[in-house]
């Protein structure tokens, strides 16, 4: 070791003592102790470390569950709509217009490219174009080359503007009433379905065909009289899935070809006893039960509770304002997202 740096060495040691006064300042006094301290020292004077309390939670014993909800699967089945929707008056209004104003744009028909002349089909045209003053066959009684050309808009609710009286129209347009030695004869035009059906009109819950433009939900009654979606409890590790496809052909037969759509359930519902209830076997307390709901569409087929598994006495295929008339008011603000208006 230099000589220097041993005689830098007790000049610190000096300056560590109390008992000795030296005419020095902070800084360099700083400087100095940092330059010849030894790391014991450093060691010696550095603070000690404060220890910290560590908390370990107590160990406890894992209890038996004795209480708990029944987990139950549930299946919203549906039959899509089968028709296009009702318009409304509005828009029937605004179609037949739109109509007529393409028979104003369009170009004059000229009816001997269509009809020869003189002929039974020519002469039954005369008479229906004298009559309607268009050559469109749907859109009422119109000139779209005359003075009122123009007026061409029709009021919401008028007559013309009714798909029924425009079917009407076509069909009486379709037959032909001229004679040429005898009434010309062509094939029966058939008419087409109504959208109301028999079951519309009988107030057939039961029947699949009826609301043809709306979403029908299957709904059962119970053995206790209340009314809901087919629902039970799981068995053993069942999937939702499972479990609904299982439900459905307890409930409602086998006799419909069904489809589950996707794994993930749609909704739920939750309902407390008002007392707990305790199971023979496991001894269980159930507080409650909670349903899961998976989303179904039925492909055909009908509902046949005859040889049900879950104590069911009907069934009805509702809409959806139906279905909340039908069911408990609490069933109906668990289940009323789930459902389409239309």
Not at 86 to 94: C, G, I, Q, R, S
């Amino acid at each position: 070791m230099s000589r220097g740096y041993s005689k830098g060495r007790r000049l610190v040691t000096q300056l560590n003592r109390p008992s000795l006064n030296f005419d020095i300042c902070g800084p360099c006094l700083l400087s100095l102790r940092r330059r010849y301290a030894t790391p014991s020292a450093a060691a010696a004077s550095s603070p000690e470390p404060i220890p910290i309390a560590q908390h370990v939670p107590p160990v406890t014993t894992a209890t038996t569950l004795d209480h708990a909800y029944q987990i139950k699967a549930g299946v919203v089945l549906s039959r899509p709509p089968l028709l296009t929707r009702d318009l409304h008056p509005f828009e029937k209004a605004f179609y037949l217009y739109q109509r007529r104003l393409n028979e104003r744009l369009a170009l004059p028909f000229t009816r001997y490219f269509y009809y020869q002349k003189d002929t039974p089909s020519d002469i039954d045209w005369k008479k229906k174009i004298k009559e309607r003053l268009t050559a469109a066959r749907d859109i009422g009684v119109y000139n779209a080359y005359g003075k009122e050309g123009w007026n061409d808009e029709l009021l919401v609710g008028a007559k013309e503007s009714e798909p029924e009286v425009q079917v009407e129209a076509l069909l009486k347009d379709a037959e032909v009433e001229a004679e040429d030695d005898g009434p010309v004869k062509k094939p029966k035009v058939e008419k087409p379905m109504p959208r109301v059906t028999e079951a519309d009109t009988k107030g057939d819950t039961r029947s699949l065909n009826r609301l043809m433009a709306r979403t029908l939900y299957l709904v059962v009654k119970g053995s206790e009289g209340g009314w809901g979606f087919p629902s039970g409890v799981l068995m053993g590790k069942e999937s939702l899935q499972r479990g609904a496809e299982r439900l459905l052909v307890q409930a409602a037969g086998v006799n419909m070809n069904t489809w589950i759509v996707g794994h993930a359930p749609v909704g739920h519902h939750n309902l407390k006893y008002p007392q707990p209830r305790i199971e023979e076997e496991s001894k269980l307390q159930r507080l409650g039960e909670k349903t899961f709901f998976m989303k179904a569409r039925i492909m055909g087929g009908q509902a046949n509770l005859k040889d049900n598994k879950l104590g069911l006495t009907d069934f009805k295929w509702l809409a959806k304002e139906e279905l909340e008339k039908q069911v408990h008011p609490h069933y109906w603000r668990s289940v009323r997202n789930m459902l389409v208006a239309r």
